[in-house]
């Protein structure tokens, strides 16, 4: 094998071509195996191998800076920068991220997870490389997704002003998740079509050499207006305009054509976009074929690419969403669904199929999704945004200034609360609680299963003002009741779940379960314990907190969010102008970033899962503990 040559990217430069090749067949393989193991992003990486090595190849990390936007895609180089044998684990609690990791490695040079922040970082470490003379190149590689974020563009627009040596290398394989959007994935389509032309002139000349009889006069008078006549004849315009040398469009499968670009790219000054055309699942028919499906996936059987089958589990939160959308869209003409480039990940292909015309994907552009939707609403629309509430940290202005402001009846679906899993501290959502009890104004709910999420919509559906609801990746409860069964929804109303008198416990959304399945084994000790679902983060239930104060019995907060500024916090200041004197634990994530590993690892790490609670409690509830909180 001739990967197991490699233990840096050195280790490349002497390869021929046909060693390439077989080099990229032997990294395919072991992405595939251990994806389909591991889980992960996989259609992304099959399809950049190539155009990864021959960036290895010409450029000379660390010295020459690379970065990967998103970072999805970063496993053939975590591969060639001596994490070889640690791939096997990647994503694993204990392993490798599956993301670049500045801690990891000195060939990762920034961390990532959100995507379209590389041309910025490029733009930072080519200054400090100015103003500390130092010499070497700083890539960007970025996706033809990861460019519809605004983000992106302002660096563009930055490093056209800035003129310093950024090479950005656009990795354009007409994918974001789904097919990707918006004006500029169309105007990369089209260059898409035409060969490479690397000056005005060349493209010139072969348009017009299409022309019968007279085309080369043409061609000589043409150009000499080439000043004027520029921006219909130069390839890669727009990011000329931006102060770009554009080369492209090149074949990212042909190592010479590839290398040969981004050499030319190298050893040019100034800014430099080399637009480079891949093919997402490249390699592997059935992520090819479906490669949305592919873009981040469980384990899955190699020979037919089928999911490895888990036992049947209840529906997730995401799709009881998405079929209780499209339910209120039937009844509600006015309701119009908005998604950030996660149509499948937030749930929402069905509302698409059958809403087209109500069904909005704007692309990677949080921000953009949020105004946006601020804007239908003070037209009469009903807009519901569902974003990833890691996501929705990028949109973290607008819908203070855009929608809570105003008071706009947006409702906002934050979809994967809590701890993630595999994908790490970039895209745990363990912060909206602390971010949206800020405002003025919002309505804040957290359902503790699959039927309240349903209740909550339709009350989200009907309120003036803004609304946000967060909850988490997975399955739901399984829960045999339904929506009949259960109190109405009304605001800033908590509901007592289970009663008792020695401690009351504060469970928030989704960890109302795993609590009341603690307190009932609390109980077989002695422990009689009272379980309260909040269901309102804002408005808060302070008529129901001071009746529990009243009690004077120790209380517990349990969330899935960060204890600084979360739900416990906003239970201790309220308890505290009560004179709440019986004691108070906060039960949530600490004041760290939480790593990766799966979300039951990680729940039992932190203590949230069933046994961890009851342990806490228990512990917690020793009589020398209360005496010392409440002292
Ligand atoms: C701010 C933000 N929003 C959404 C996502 C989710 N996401 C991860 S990769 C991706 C698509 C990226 O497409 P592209 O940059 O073209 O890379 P490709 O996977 O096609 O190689 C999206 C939407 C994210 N990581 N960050």
Not at 347 to 373: C, K, S
Not at 537 to 545: G, S, V
Request: aromatic share 8%; net charge negative.
């Amino acid at each position: 094998m001739i990967l197991d040559r490699i233990r840096e990217p050195a280790d490349l430069e002497f390869l021929s071509y046909e060693e390439l090749q077989q080099l990229s067949s032997e990294i395919r393989e072991m992405i595939i195996s251990v994806v389909s193991r591991n889980g992960g992003h996989l259609a992304s990486n099959l399809g950049i191998v190539e155009l990864t090595l021959a960036v290895h190849r010409i450029f000379r990390s660390p010295k020459d800076h690379i970065l990967w936007d998103v970072g999805h895609q970063c496993y053939t180089h975590k591969i060639v920068t001596g994490r070889r044998e640690q791939f096997a684990g990647i994503r694993t609690f204990g392993g490798i991220s599956g993301f670049p990791k500045i801690c990891e490695s000195r060939h990762d040079m920034f961390n990532t997870g959100h995507s379209s922040t590389s041309i910025s970082a490029a733009q930072g470490l080519a200054i400090s490389n100015q103003l500390l003379h130092r010499d070497g190149k700083v890539v960007a590689v970025i996706g033809d997704g990861a460019l519809t974020a605004g983000m992106a563009f302002e660096a563009l627009n930055f490093t056209g002003h800035e003129k310093n040596d950024v090479v950005v290398i656009l990795n354009d394989n007409e994918m974001s998740i789904s097919p990707n959007v918006g004006a500029v994935s169309m105007y990369l389509h089209r260059l898409r079509l035409e060969p490479a032309y690397t000056t005005p002139k060349d493209y010139l000349a072969h348009v017009l050499k299409q022309i019968p009889g007279f085309g080369s006069r043409l061609y000589n008078v043409i150009s000499r207006l080439e000043g004027s006549l520029k921006y219909l004849l130069t390839p890669g315009m727009l990011f000329e305009e931006f102060g770009f040398k554009y080369f492209g469009p090149v074949d990212g499968y042909d190592f010479e054509t590839l290398e040969r670009a981004l050499i030319r790219a190298r050893d040019r000054k100034g800014p430099v976009l080399v637009h480079v055309l891949t093919e997402k699942g490249r390699g592997y028919k059935p992520a090819q074929e479906f490669c949305h499906k592919f873009h981040g996936t469980g384990p899955f059987e190699i020979s037919t690419g089928k999911a490895k089958s888990s036992s049947k589990s209840p529906p997730s939160y995401t799709d009881v969403f998405g079929n209780v959308l499209c339910k209120l869209a039937s009844q509600n003409e006015d309701i119009v669904a908005i998604t950030a480039a996660m149509k499948e990940g937030t749930g929402l292909n069905r509302f698409a199929l059958d809403f087209p015309a109500r069904f909005f994907d704007v692309g990677i552009a949080e921000q953009h999704a949020i105004t946006m939707a601020a804007g239908m609403a003070r037209g009469g629309l009903r807009p519901f945004v569902a974003i990833y509430s890691s996501f929705m940290q990028r949109a973290y202005d607008q819908v203070i200034h855009d929608v809570s402001l105003m008071q706009l009846p947006v409702v906002m679906c934050l979809d994967r609360a809590g701890l993630v899993g595999e994908d790490g501290p970039t895209h745990h959502g363990v912060f909206d609680v602390s971010f949206l009890r800020c405002i003025p104004d919002i309505q804040v709910m957290a359902p503790r299963d699959e039927i309240e999420l349903e209740q909550m919509l339709a009350f989200a559906s009907v309120q003036n003002g803004p609304v946000a609801l967060r909850y988490p990746r997975g399955a739901g409860a399984g829960c045999e009741d339904s929506v009949a069964d259960r109190q109405p929804i009304i605001s800033g109303r908590a509901e007592i779940v289970k009663e008792g008198k020695d401690v009351a416990i504060w469970a928030l959304g989704h960890m109302l379960h795993p609590t009341l399945e603690a307190a009932e084994e609390l109980e077989r000790q002695g422990i009689s314990v009272c379980v309260i679902n909040p269901r309102f983060i804002k408005p808060f239930d302070l008529d129901m907190l001071t009746a529990v104060v009243n009690r004077r019995i120790p209380m517990i907060t349990i969330e899935e969010n960060a204890l600084p500024g979360g739900f416990g916090s906003l239970v201790a200041e309220h308890a505290i102008e009560m004179g709440h004197s019986a004691g108070m634990l906060r039960i949530g994530i600490p004041d760290s970033f939480i790593q990766h590993g799966s979300q039951s690892e990680l729940r039992r790490l932190l203590k949230i899962d069933v046994d961890g609670i009851k342990e806490r409690i228990a512990e917690w509830l020793q009589p020398s503990v209360i005496k010392k909180v409440a002292c």
